[in-house]
């Protein structure tokens, strides 16, 4: 099962922030979370991540609560091509070269951006 | 270009004929990983490799095989193809496990 709660679907008027909020209530200390988005059929395309300050890059800024227990993915002026699945998943931060880490994804969220 | 590489993009073969996917990274990643992709089901974990010559089950191994004898490729092999395989496949790589991943096209497979 996925690690992570995200809404199945949202919409976000054109020019205007998209908020894409996720849970992952039993994240561990040492797990980062990592958002995602796939176009179409298209491989995913990573976007951002974060252990537990927020963070902003060029496409988007995370918001991480201060437990940890959720987060929030904005993109601060959505356009027609930010439509997309969004994907929030965790994984473990450092790993030894013998450690587990196996990929959790769940169905993420349908994000329609509407003229 | 830092990319993915997966071939063939698209393949329809019969039950039962063996079949590799190739999937190929030219950014010196260690970590490698394959998924399969469903309606309905997302993004699942087939197999994935720490380093070459570790390898290790995701969610759904079953019906796939993989190995990663150099460090920029890591074919996924299907022994007996059966049509409940039939799937849109995707290979990533990572510099390091646990960092972000970076996705081939996809190859979207028709088992009859």
């Known amino acids: 099962d996925a690690k992570t709660t995200q809404p199945p679907s949202m919409d976000c008027a054109e020019g205007r922030a998209a908020n894409l909020p996720c849970n992952h209530s039993?994240?561990?200390?040492?797990?980062?979370v990592y958002w995602y988005r796939q176009i179409h059929s298209q491989g995913p395309q990573y976007i951002i991540h974060g252990l537990k300050n927020n963070e902003t890059n060029e496409m988007a800024s995370l918001i991480i609560t201060e437990d940890r227990k959720s987060s929030t993915l904005i993109l601060p002026h959505a356009t027609l091509r930010d439509t997309a699945v969004y994907y929030c998943i965790v994984r473990v931060a450092i790993l030894m070269k013998t450690s587990y880490d196996k990929v959790i994804f769940g169905p993420g969220t349908s994000l329609s951006v509407i003229p | 270009e830092a990319q993915v590489t997966q071939n063939p993009r698209y393949l329809i073969t019969v039950t039962g004929k063996k079949l590799t996917v190739t999937c190929s990274q030219n950014m010196n990643h260690e970590y490698m990983s394959w998924y399969r992709q469903d309606p309905g089901l997302g993004l699942r974990q087939i197999y994935y490799s720490m380093n070459v010559e570790v390898t290790d089950k995701g969610d759904v191994p079953e019906g796939y095989k993989v190995s990663r004898k150099e460090k920029r490729n890591f074919p996924l092999i299907l022994e007996s193809p059966s049509p409940n395989q039939t799937s849109l496949y995707f290979c990533?790589?990572?510099?390091?496990?646990?960092?972000?991943?970076?996705f081939g096209p996809g190859t979207r497979l028709t088992v009859t």
């Open positions: 039993t994240i561990s200390g040492n797990e980062y």
């Open positions: 990533a790589s990572s510099l390091l496990a646990g960092s972000e991943q970076y």
